[in-house]
């Protein structure tokens, strides 16, 4: 099944100028985001952000400090709500919508600054990301009767199978917060994707990693794409990770797209050594 | 697998919030001998039903403080709404219904909902704000509250509403009101528990450890915290409404800020989200007052050491260390660990 994935991935144009990987070509994309822009007072933090994200493809965000990243993903969550564009989930605006509601849309995330319900248990955090899907009305929590046990014990199960894809079950009664960091971080994926997104967004998913964990993050990634099928948009530093794994590239330089394309093409590409490098100076 | 049931059902049966239950019961049925067999002193007669009220008060706040995390210093407040609107509803219907045992469930489901509604209202604007900006706001609506109950005629303005006038007669004995209080405890505790242990609990927790991530798990917080403060004013309304019935006259003044510090005092003391922790230190810092009555002078001396020693201890890593050591669940452990140890001796 992953070989199918394997690397030097075809991009294919998509109307209106973007690329998607080849493999997902004729379905509608899961992302779609025309012309974003914020401005905080007097100061564009992202401006004419447009990307394309295909329904099972892994995209990558990148760009020095400061160029406006974790911004896009709190746009595209509607932590803050955008001055100018649109973003479509699945063909959906989430114009006007609160956070909670996007998350329904499909959008699940991870934050940069690991943010866990540190006092729940392990399987109960993994339980909220559950909160959702779970037919278990108030009448029934307050009895605890009226199929009570029966969604909770769907609900643990459901938990434990999210738990076991990233090796955590035995873990499942500690607090979250005692928790190691990269198992920590693993936590917050398990979350998000226990809320049945359509693509999930990892803010900095390998920073303070060391590159063992790295590795095993990699191709964690990769495993969500093939298990789940959905589309996976990262944010990172790290450029082996990023050339690896990312299908399409976009990189971000004080709040405008300066370059997208595949990573070969990033790697070459003149701008981006610009903005992470500086310019050459004439000898 | 029926041996499995069995271990399932036993496990219930010991498991941290039944044992809370147990206690609870226990309490109440050394009371009850006590007092139906003419054992009780005036004293404690007296105290019983403002201790019952008290820790339905600390444990609905403790849904707030503990679970939601949000400060709330109006619990007074929404007390004293279902006071009067509970004690108002069963005086007037006295005549219609004179049998205790349906008007004073009808009364208190009345108080605690008009007291939900006055929840409702003061919570959507104030529940927009957060830590000390929404302690702040629900003081203030605290005193709003008692100002206006204050100045209604209805409610027999400042003298207060006086419940054993002839034709309007709601005064009732702690004998008569026990039964009710043990009730409506049992009700707010198991309430309580479960709901913590609910997707609704996981949820409320979830905006308490952090809120940003909360919402983008797909917990609609605005909603939630409403339901809290909502509920949280019911159970108030209701524990007035009996409260209300244990008094000749009910003064609206008394249900001012010191109140709301006092319930919240009780919450803090017996620990955050704790439900065991709310009812022990209800008892314990209602009836110490009580207990030391003898000593006129040094009473509320005495009271704030008390008070300092324990939040001193409680944040005391050794302390806690310390307690943990014998705490209810360890010596459970303590009791396994023998148990196996015997098996392989034996062996």
Same mark, same amino acid.
């Given at each position: ?36 822009? !914020? ?11 447009? !990307? ?61 600054? !690991? ?84 693509? !999930? ?83 | ?73 109006? %619990? ?168 209300? %019935? ?102």
């Amino acid at each position: 099944m992953s070989n199918n994935y394997e690397h030097k991935p075809k991009l294919v144009p998509y109307p209106s100028n973007a690329f998607v990987p080849e493999r997902d070509l004729g379905k509608r994309p899961v992302l779609e985001v025309n012309h974003l822009g !914020i401005d905080f007072g007097g100061l564009t933090a992202v401006d004419d952000f447009s !990307i394309i994200v295909g329904r099972t493809e892994i995209a990558g965000l990148i760009g020095p400090n400061g160029a406006g990243k974790t911004t896009v993903f709190n746009l595209l969550t509607n932590v803050y709500h955008p001055t100018r564009g649109s973003i479509l989930v699945d063909g959906m605006s989430t114009a006007g919508k609160s956070t909670h509601q996007v998350n329904h849309m499909g959008i699940a995330r991870t934050f940069q600054n !690991i943010r866990l319900f540190s006092n729940l248990s392990v399987l109960d955090n993994v339980k909220v990301g559950l909160h959702n899907s779970m037919k278990e009305n108030f009448f029934a929590a307050v009895t605890h009767g009226f199929g009570y046990g029966k969604a909770e014990k769907k609900a643990d199960k459901e938990a434990l199978e999210f738990l076991d894809f990233f090796h955590m079950a035995d873990m499942a009664d500690a607090p979250a917060g005692s928790l190691p960091y990269g198992a920590q971080r693993r936590l917050e994926i398990a979350r998000a994707l226990a809320t049945s997104p359509k693509i !999930i967004l990892l803010d900095e998913p390998a920073a303070g990693m060391n590159p063992s964990e790295t590795a095993e993050l990699m191709e964690n990634i990769r495993r969500i794409r093939d298990n789940f099928g959905i589309a996976v948009m990262l944010i990172e530093h790290d450029m082996k990770l990023v050339m690896n794994i990312c299908e399409g590239i976009c990189v971000l330089d004080h709040g405008k797209v300066i370059a997208k394309g595949t990573p070969d093409e990033i790697k070459s590409n003149p701008k981006v050594v610009e903005a992470y490098l500086g310019k050459a100076k004439e000898a | 697998m029926a041996k499995k049931n069995f271990n399932n059902a036993l496990k219930k049966a010991f498991s941290k919030d039944a044992l809370t239950i147990y206690l609870v019961v226990a309490i109440y049925a050394v009371i009850s001998i006590m007092l139906y067999g003419d054992l009780a002193s005036r004293q404690l007669t007296n105290m019983l039903i403002s201790v019952s009220c008290y820790i339905v008060l600390a444990v609905s706040l403790n849904l707030v403080v503990g679970l939601l995390g949000e400060l709330s210093l109006g %619990h007074a407040g929404f007390m004293s709404v279902g006071l009067f609107s509970g004690c108002l509803f069963s005086m007037w219907t006295v005549d219609l219904i004179p049998m205790l045992y349906i008007r004073l469930p009808l009364a208190m489901i009345f108080g605690g909902l008009f007291a939900a509604i006055v929840g409702f209202v003061v919570g959507l604007p104030a529940l927009r704000l957060k830590g000390d900006y929404l302690a702040i706001v629900t003081l203030a609506c605290g005193e709003i509250i008692k100002n206006i109950i204050t100045n209604l005629e209805i409610t027999g303005g400042a003298l207060g509403l006086t419940t054993t006038n002839s034709g309007s007669y709601i005064y009732s004995k702690p004998k008569v009101l026990l039964p009710y209080a043990i009730v409506l405890v049992l009700i707010t505790v198991v309430v309580m528990m479960n709901i913590k242990k609910s997707r609704h609990g996981r949820a409320i927790m979830a905006i308490r450890d952090n809120r940003i991530a909360a919402e983008a798990t797909g917990v609609n917080v605005t909603y939630y915290k409403l339901i809290v403060f909502v509920l949280a004013a019911f159970f108030a309304g209701a524990a007035g409404v009996l409260y209300g %019935h244990s008094f000749a006259n009910i003064k609206p003044a008394v249900f001012n800020y010191n109140m709301s510090i006092e319930i919240l005092v009780i919450v803090v003391l017996g620990g955050m989200g704790s439900i065991n922790g709310s009812i022990i230190a209800a008892i314990a810092l209602k009836a110490l007052p009580e207990m030391l009555r003898g000593l006129d002078k040094y009473r509320m001396l005495i009271y704030s050491i008390v008070l300092i020693v324990v939040m001193l201890l409680n944040s005391n890593q050794k302390f806690i260390e310390f307690k943990s050591k014998f705490s209810f669940k360890s010596l459970l452990k303590m009791k396994k660990k023998s148990k196996k140890e015997e098996i392989s001796n034996e062996q």
